[in-house]
Nanobody, 120 residues
Framework: VQLQASGGGLVQAGGFLRLSCAAS????????MGWYRQAPGKERELVAT???????EHADSVKGRFTISRDHAKNTAYLQMNSLKPEDTAVYYC???????????????WGQGTLVTVSS
């Protein structure tokens, strides 16, 4: 299963971006999808997750500003990012886990990352 992340770019502080993560390949079912980010010189951290049942979790640093959502029919997750701050600058990675339709084994995949740069 492959994940394709898109939507990153350069934006001024206070602006907004919408990231997309499209899953493709041998998908029987996708359970959880999520977004992580890694800033220069820092470890990768959780931004937001969304379970197949609709439960969400957002990092304290983005609560009230970022919203994760999902289109089940399109196997796509989104991250709406509002009121962006310079400290949100990072490479954003999407993640998904589920069951592969070819092997019926579990899969856990990562997208290639999309760069978000917020200028002050």
């Amino acid at each position: 299963v492959q994940l394709q992340a898109s939507g990153g770019g350069l934006v001024q502080a206070g602006g907004f971006l919408r990231l997309s993560c499209a899953a493709s390949g041998s998908i029987f079912v996708i359970n959880d999808m999520g977004w992580y980010r890694q800033a220069p010189g820092k470890e990768r951290e959780l931004v937001a997750t969304l379970t197949s049942g609709g439960s969400t979790e957002h990092a304290d640093s983005v609560k009230g500003r970022f919203t994760i959502s999902r289109d089940h029919a399109k196997n796509t997750a989104y991250l709406q990012m509002n009121s962006l701050k310079p400290e949100d600058t990072a490479v954003y990675y999407c993640n998904a886990n589920g069951i592969d339709s070819g092997s019926y084994y579990p899969f856990r995949s990562w997208g290639q990352g999309t760069l978000v740069t917020v200028s002050s």
